[in-house]
């Protein structure tokens, strides 16, 4: 049987992990362990060679196991089942998403260089771009959703720092609202800008369609990152992040994961390794759940407007239509809407859920609810939150496991008390 030609869906319970080195475990044990032990001297200093880039790896030798800041059991495996699904060539995994975003982010880029960025990102990646990279002296520039190729060249070239231009960061579809973005036209942008002494590195923020929905990679990205606390992880237990890209991209990241020390532990590797397992059959439920929820949303009368990928597959513009044709695999699990009313209405349908949880984060097995305007996203602009539509009626919605059923039935009552 020709392995390379399996679906990443059913290597997610062996790929890369062998039996015989764990006394025929079926499942990858907890390598709860500091150090590793060298069988002499030689093999160490060997080790050690490749670990620091002091001699290439000969075919087919694989990097000994040193010291688990470097290099673990449940790490490795789980990067590369990661790699499987955006068809990467490397992957490195952080204890949180933050980690992943913050540690690429200060290896591509230095004090006096420009960042382009999408509009809204992440709060904690808005805040690391206009803190702590500003502190460092990493201007920023943001566009949004909709803008056209020459719109955004021309904000580079009047930043007066498009010779500065070193990364590129954007998220798509946008948090809350799903607005899109052309993963494509800004690989257009990169390589406008890159010349042969200096790259601009192309990296998206891919936690809101998970490893099934979108492959950035080949639509020209350098690197795709995650929160795998979300859709990765999916069980709402566990903080953790990734990143993948070329094997001399990612070399540069665990380089700096190396000397930051930001690395996953094994017992967050081991959880990530069992949720791999059922990512499919969980993402593929919950966006079929979520055509259901957001079919029942249409059509309510306190319901004003649908923010779905579904939606603007019919009401999109022609560009939006066409860029969802190209870059996504399915409408995904994440809806946001428009209650009737403003912030009271809003607030009176969250107190009134029942199955359906209050909290924020998205893309576990069950169904979470927030306010957008006032939670996630309390510190935007704004002038930016108007232009985003985050308004008092705003709810954001990540769809679960449930039956869709019980899922509509508790938005029902919900709805009808508000
Ligand atoms: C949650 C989230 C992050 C941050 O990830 P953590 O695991 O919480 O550090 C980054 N980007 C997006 C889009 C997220 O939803």
Redesign the pocket.
Known sequence: MDYSQLKPESLMMSYGYKPSLSEGAIKCPIFQTSTFVFSNALEGKRFFEVAYGLREKENDEELGLIYSRLNNPDLEILENRLCLWDNAEDCAVFE??????STAMMEFMQPGDLLLYSKP??G??DHFINHFLKKLNIESVGFRAGETKEEIIQRIEASGKADKLAMIHI?TPA?PTNAIIDIELCAEIKSYFTTSEREVILSV?N??MGPLWQHPLSHGADLV??????YIGGHSDV???ACLGSKEHMGRVKGLRTFLGNMAGPWTGWLLMRSLETLKVRMDQQAQNAEYVAAFLNNHPKVEHVYYLGNTTKHGSETEKEVLQRQYKSFGAMIAFDVIGGEKEAFAFLDNLKLIKLAV???GTESLAEHPQTMTHADVAAEDKEAMNITEKLIRLSVGVENYNDLIADLEQALENC
Do not use: H, P, R
Request: proline residues 0%; without cysteine.
């Open positions: 949180s998403g933050m980690s992943a975003i990102v992440y904690g990646t998220e948090n923020d936690t809101y990152l995650y929160s795998a606390t979300k903080i953790a992040g984060s998205l893309g």
